[in-house]
């Protein structure tokens, strides 16, 4: 587990992360949102130790990076935004030379080079130029150098940019796949890609977070609602007035005539969405008005998104993010328990 505690940085008086808690949990993918000069970058380079903390604390699996960077930095990949890649050198004397700067010894480079450039698929390019591959495939380099070493957990800033559609869904792919051993952090500005394959998001703005949560839960919770469509065959005063009158209809938003008395109405709920559509049904039906369609729409994550980050800001200490988690846990018995204490 990552845990990120009171975390905050400034840069001369510009305060550009303001005291923020989360945690990544294991094998785990955590999507990191917020839109251009919101912090993402900022925090993931505190994360990694690349930049110094103006105050907080950032845990690696128990180890205070600030205090043992060495052994923090062990268990952290990072793939930034621009892989860090020396296009003179070939594909595999590069990540020789990196396995190097991370300590793994000698004897093990070859067997460990050899292990991320199957594990990402580029060793049929292992000994090309670097300067000479398509932007896929430098992805794919950058993500093996962040995987040297086998670091528990993963830092993705921005890892899907500049790619087309075949090459975002390579690197998706490869994402999904990583988190069956490691953790990850995901930082996109392409919405539809966190929604894929995201288990939490943690959305920042100016600072500070917006909301923690899953994507599904945050969906839920738009303040706007659920949308109802319903299409239906009959007279459509009658229609309207009983959908209008509904209890937990907010509003109507559209009625749409399309002939041979078919009619369509898109209205906002409030309050249990299955009750107010059985409800809607019901009336309907006892006034002869035949139902030819019905379905809610979900607010999705980039509805959610604009929102959230233009709420004020609502603080959760990291006590309370830990509380939340210890109740969510499942309970362990008193064997396993001993045994890991004895551990």
Do not use: W
């Not at 700067?101 to 450039?117: A, N, Q, T």
């Not at 706007?224 to 907010?250: D, P, Q």
């Not at 379905?295 to 004020?312: D, K």
């Amino acid at each position: 587990m990552i845990t990120i505690e009171n975390l905050t940085k400034y840069y001369g008086s510009n305060r550009a992360v303001n005291d923020i808690s989360f945690t990544i949990n294991d094998n785990e993918i955590l999507g990191f949102l917020g839109p251009n000069g919101a912090g993402k970058s900022t925090t993931m380079n505190m994360i990694t130790g690349y930049l110094p903390l103006s105050g907080g604390k950032v845990t690696i699996n128990g180890v205070d990076i600030s205090k043992a960077p060495i052994k923090a930095k062990k268990d952290i990949g990072y793939l930034p935004e621009i892989p860090p890649l020396y296009p003179e050198m070939k594909v595999k004397e590069y990540l020789r030379f990196c396995a190097g700067l991370k300590g793994i010894p000698f004897r093990k480079r070859g067997e460990e080079v050899d292990r991320v450039m199957e594990l990402l698929s580029i060793t049929d390019v292992k000994g090309k130029l670097i300067r000479n591959l398509s932007k896929g495939y430098k992805q794919r380099v950058g993500f093996a150098q962040a995987l040297l070493g086998d670091p528990k957990f993963l830092i993705l800033d921005e890892p899907t940019v500049g790619l087309d559609p075949n090459q975002v869904i390579e690197v998706r792919n490869i994402i999904r796949d990583l988190k069956k051993d490691h953790s990850v952090i995901f930082s996109s500005h392409i919405l539809s890609e966190v929604s894929e394959i995201c288990d939490r998001v943690v959305i920042i703005n100016k600072g500070d977070i917006r909301a923690i949560d899953t994507i599904e839960n945050l969906e839920s919770s738009l303040s706007t609602g659920l949308v109802l469509h319903i299409k239906v065959k009959g007279e459509k005063g009658t229609a309207a007035s009983i959908i209008e009158l509904t209890k937990g209809v907010k509003e109507m938003l559209d009625i749409t005539d399309e002939g041979s008395s078919i009619f369509s109405f898109t209205v906002q709920l409030e309050g249990d969405a299955d009750e107010i559509r059985g409800n809607i049904m019901s009336e309907l039906l006892k006034n002869n008005v035949n139902i030819l369609e019905i379905y809610t729409e979900r607010p999705n994550l980039e509805n959610v998104f604009i929102e959230l980050i233009n709420r004020p800001v609502q603080k959760q200490s990291l006590q309370e993010l830990l509380a939340e988690m210890e109740s969510e846990a499942p309970e362990e018995d008193d064997t396993t328990e001993d045994t890991k204490e004895e551990n």
